[in-house]
């Protein structure tokens, strides 16, 4: 007997927890192979696993070496459902720029919401991690951005965030550009405090308001 799909999407998330990156790929193809949504594969199975296993190294029972193993493991599933997702309509040439702010080089989280601003429309322009604050507004000017996310794990360089906000500002670029800020530490106060437009914390669902949020911004400008 088949697998159902709430089967699969467990056994995807289970297997992201307990680092088995061969097994994933036997899940992930079954997933596939049953016509089952991939985008709710990543969302629900393996973006979920992550969340676990973000629970698990707060809670001190998964240090470093584990979280790369697990991002590993998600990462072949990835591999396996990406082909399969369906691209959304919508507003021509939404164009995001995405990076981990300067003094972090986490980036799981980020290449999950990079990978869902794709499927939702967007043209994403990735600069990575450890992303000194002036390149996200240089490639925001140069591609004509309609959004800047901003990710860290890390505290101590949360404050970069502001700072990107406040280059913005200074060239007169803020009133353009949707800024959305995420990861562990980051919260919605946080958010309201320094300026940002959107905070969301789950990565995979941060695509859906990213796009509502610039899509109502190009209509608004159209219409002025």
Not at 105 to 111: C, E, F, L, R, W
Not at 185 to 190: G, L, N, R, V
Request: hydrophobic letters at 40%; one cysteine or more; a negative charge.
């Amino acid at each position: 007997m088949a697998n159902t799909k709430e089967e699969l999407l467990k056994r995807l998330s289970e297997c992201v927890v307990e680092m088995e990156d061969e097994v994933v790929v036997d899940i992930a193809n079954e997933y596939v192979e049953n016509g089952y949504d991939a985008y709710e594969g990543i969302a629900h199975g393996l973006a979920h696993g992550m969340d676990i296993v973000g629970q698990l190294y707060e809670d001190e029972e998964y240090f470093i070496p584990d979280l790369l193993l697990c991002s590993d493991a998600m990462y072949e599933g990835i591999d396996i459902l990406k082909p399969h997702l369906v691209k959304e309509d919508g507003v021509e040439s939404l164009k995001a720029v995405v990076g981990v702010v300067e003094g972090d080089t986490h980036d799981i989280g980020k290449n999950l919401f990079r990978i869902m601003l794709e499927t939702s429309g967007f043209e994403v322009y990735d600069l990575g991690r450890d992303v000194p604050c002036r390149d996200f507004i240089e490639k925001a000017r140069e591609v004509g951005a309609n959004l800047i996310g901003m990710s860290t794990l890390m505290t101590t360089t949360m404050d970069n965030m502001k700072v990107v906000i406040d280059m913005l500002k200074e060239e007169n670029m803020r009133d353009d550009i949707i800024v959305m800020v995420g990861g562990g530490p980051i919260s919605q106060s946080f958010a309201t405090e320094i300026g940002a437009d959107l905070y969301v914390p789950d990565a995979s669902k941060g695509a859906k308001v990213a796009k509502e949020n610039a899509v109502n911004k190009v209509q608004n400008k159209e219409v002025i």
